[in-house]
């Protein structure tokens, strides 16, 4: 089983899956105990108050690659991103060892909504009506969707519709929240929330990359529907391009994203211009929930890291579970860290909106990578496991992506190829 790696902590990386998708109740912390209080207006996070990304330097991964095509596959050493101010890093829930005890039992418990007991009877039935040797799409589903709704690099993106997608999804911020995702206080921040709460699901493991998939596409319809957007498809932000100096990344201006600024010492820098000056968060840092401000913290150094070279050796994996493990921990969450502070929260970074001009590259090298395989294979087929016994429960087409009401749960196979099954769009 190729994900025997031993990360950090010791925890497995796909012991994760082991929680049930329930909403947790948020982690209480005591008044003395709290990194700071809630302000009139909302403070910068210190960088320590939550843990950041799991990442692995690009020599690593050359390294592990290496060793594959040789038949060889050791240990990788070292793990970067340990966090600020001397914490432990992360493990592979990406919770740091203080807090996973606490934070494991509120995963556990039940919850109140947003999963339907419908919705949990969905997933036991989408997964007891597998075959768990069901990893390839029966011959019947052949067809594709209509017009792929078009994804293009930013820069490719017409001015107009750039204006309009950051409207809409200030537009998200300004609505009221379901109520099925407390403590959100919009419905931008019911996406959030959800990310926050099901973060051990959802990382270090094989569904990152296929929930994330989901999940970006459905926050695409609720800017549709929900606030009218109705541009031609979607930007993804190239982000070897600005490798090394993301600061000059054309999304990180006043018109757009705002700026992206160092730290302001130990702590992150509010955001002060763009078409998100001056929000304060209400989800977060790490597994809580108080008010801060929108804050960034660059580190160009990193940002470096995020470059071609690594984008490569992760494409050039060759079975998916090697493929997913090498983009999540290297340039995808070498790029969480480095735009830093709330995009490094590995539970709560959807609350900076260019999570998602990031979560639409990840997603775009996921599909390059489906793609070199020219025979279509990798739209069809998976491996790797749903959840982290040993042995696990082999991850099939069958199995549930639940996306808690936010759009309708569907399954692997359905969100696999992305012009055939429940979406409909492709890159450019
Ligand atoms: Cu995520």
New binding site residues.
Partial sequence: MKLSLTLCGGVSAVSALTVPFTMPIPIEIPDAARIFQAAASAPALPLSAFPKFETVKMEDAMQEAAADNSQEKPKIASTQGADAGGQPAPNSNGVNSQNATADSASTDAAAPAPVTPATVNAATSADSSSDDNNSTLSAEKTSTCGTPSPRVEWRDFPTRSKRALVDAIACLQSKPPSGQFSPATSRYEDFVRL?QAWTPN??NNDMFLIW?RYFVWSFEQALRKECGLSVDGLPYWDETRDAGNFAAAPLFTGEYFGSLPKGNGTAGTCITDGRFAGTTLHIGPGTDSQPHCLSRAVDEKMTSEVNKDYENICLSRTNFVDFARCWEQGPHGIGHNSVGSVMADVRS?PGDPVFWMHHLYVDRVFSAWQDRDTTGARRRTIEGCADGAKPCKPLTLKTLVPMAGLLPDTTVGQVLDSTNGAMCYSYK
């Fill in positions: 990310h959802i990382h994330h970074s």
